[in-house]
């Protein structure tokens, strides 16, 4: 009796949050991977140990072993049965930041030659390394196809109509429900609607920051920002940046008492590029430091629903206590990067924000909106997040996998937590430019390191993106990189 309490009390406890039992199963192992209990080398209970362990029938057991199978953590051995595969990422060190930071601000004036090369992101005949974006096939494409044409059916005439700022009151109550994620509790009425979280980062620019100001920001940092800086006329004061733990406070709070800013980004959840994620206290830190020298700070969240275990990251804004916090983000990166639907919540600029937006895009795309809204509200997107989260973690894993085996000894790579691309050091003697023109040629497109610096550092690093579900195809592609990165050092 008590057999069978326990049997459906790991039943009930299994299906909670309507995830796949075997999948439940598969990640308490990997907990235990992960956390060493378990090391490579150790023998992972048989299948009918597993199912008797766990109360679960034999191909549930199975099936479990096979996904960790899959994830690479694991590996059969002929008539001995599964054990944890040794990885090989371990033996890599952690990348390093931008070493180059300087201390000053940098004159982004004139064309930018290396920002040139990412105009076509897009010849990857093997594999797309280059531009950070999810596959296709990983986002919900027919279930959002169908909620737009409920939308436009619904509205009849009106879906045509302007949606005019602040934007969509149907998803702007989403927000504020969401925002109790990010550790806030923002008001409806406290977002404006963009086009993308590229339009958020250009109003909290604009209304900030008149040309001729200094910007601090991260080193490396998303290069869009670096490209957007200069159209607007508006200088970098690259911060140093730590590729674990996102901007260095001590460096940033030394930087800020000798130069004058007039806003600093920063992109603290899964930062592109290097992953990194910056601990609560610093967050908090930063926060109260920048408030109380009244320097407003621009947050791009684009990544922070993206975690690969446990709890979502809080955002910077949930310190904010004066709104000088100016949160940007989209769904760029979970649900429809050509839906262009993105939020700002503008803090004390929130005024300002929206006589800019009259007169940048003046609306936001009315029926892409309200169905991603209506996605949010039928719970969709928390369901989608939670399979998405989970193929980013594995491609992560295994493309660090493929670059710690086919690249050559001594270079260094960063471990994410989230988000989905992969900041790799390279030896000193490699240029990162060179590899990409390489790289290009024979069909797979790569991000050089330079152009994530402000001040054109960074040689000898790549972003790789690991957006894509694992294949032959992304293996050869890692192999290609790597091969051309030894004929580099080899000096031909
Ligand atoms: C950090 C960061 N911010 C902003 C963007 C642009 O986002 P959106 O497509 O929503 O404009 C990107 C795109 O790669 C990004 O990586």
């Known amino acids: 009796m008590r057999q069978e309490c326990y049997a459906a009390f790991m039943r ?102 290396v920002a040139s090369l990412m105009t076509n992101p897009g010849n990857s005949v093997l594999a797309p390394l280059g531009a950070a974006l999810p596959s296709p096939e990983l986002l919900p494409g027919s279930k959002l196809a169908l909620i737009v044409g409920r939308v436009a059916r619904r509205l009849g005439p009106e879906g045509v109509c302007y949606d005019m700022p602040p934007g969509s009151e149907v998803l702007r109550r989403e927000l504020s ?14 977002f404006v609607v963009t086009n993308g979280c590229t339009e958020a980062m250009s109003l909290a620019l604009r209304a900030t920051c008149v040309p001729g100001d200094t910007v601090a920001v991260e080193s490396p940092t998303y290069f869009g920002l670096v490209c957007m800086l200069r159209e607007l006329g508006l200088r970098a004061l690259p911060i140093p940046t730590d590729s674990v733990r996102g901007a260095d406070p001590d460096a940033l709070e030394r930087m800020l008492r000798r130069t004058r800013v007039s806003a600093c980004v920063l992109i603290p959840n899964f930062n592109n590029p ?15 430091f920048l408030a109380s020298r009244e320097i407003p700070l621009l947050e791009d969240d684009l990544y922070g629903d993206l975690q690969h275990r446990g709890n979502r990251p809080c955002c910077l804004k949930a310190f904010d206590r004066d709104g000088s916090v100016l949160l940007c983000s989209s769904f760029s990166k979970t649900l429809a990067p050509g839906y262009r639907v993105g939020y700002l919540a503008a803090g004390r600029w929130q005024e300002r924000v929206l006589r800019l937006k009259a007169t940048s895009s003046l609306a936001c795309p009315t029926v892409t909106t309200l169905a991603i809204a209506d996605f949010l509200k039928s719970g969709g ?49 490699v240029d990162s430019i060179k590899l ?48 051309l990165v030894k004929r580099q050092l080899r000096g031909k």
């Open 381 to 429: 997107y928390d369901r989608h997040l939670r399979g998405l989260r989970q193929h980013f973690r594995e491609q992560v894993a295994r493309m660090g996998e493929a670059v710690a085996e086919f690249f050559p000894e001594g270079i260094g790579l960063s471990r994410p937590q989230g988000g989905f691309v992969l900041w790799c050091e390279l030896p000193a003697e």
């Open 177 to 190: 429900r969401r925002s109790l994620e990010w550790g806030c509790s923002l008001k409806a009425e406290e």
């Open 12 to 113: 009930l406890s299994l299906q909670k949050d309507r995830e796949p039992i075997y999948q439940k199963l598969a990640g308490r192992l990997e907990e235990m991977i992960h956390s060493r209990s378990l090391r490579p080398g150790d023998r992972v209970p048989s299948v009918r140990q597993f199912s008797r362990q766990q109360r679960v029938s034999v191909p549930t057991a199975l099936q479990a072993l096979v996904t960790l199978e899959t994830r690479g953590l694991i590996e059969a051995r002929p008539k001995s049965g599964f054990y944890v595969r040794a990885r090989l990422v371990e033996q890599v060190r952690q990348a390093a930041s931008d070493a180059q930071v300087t201390a000053k601000a940098v004159d982004l004036a004139g064309p930018d030659p």
């Open 274 to 288: 290097t992953g990194a994620l910056m601990p609560e206290e610093n967050k908090q830190r930063l926060v109260k």
């Open 436 to 483: 990409f023109k390489e790289a290009h040629s024979a069909g797979v497109s790569v991000a050089p390191g330079p152009l994530f610096s402000p001040q054109g550092g960074c040689r000898n690093f790549v972003r790789l993106n690991c957006g894509y579900p694992w294949s032959a195809k992304m293996e050869r592609s890692i192999e290609l990189l790597g091969q």
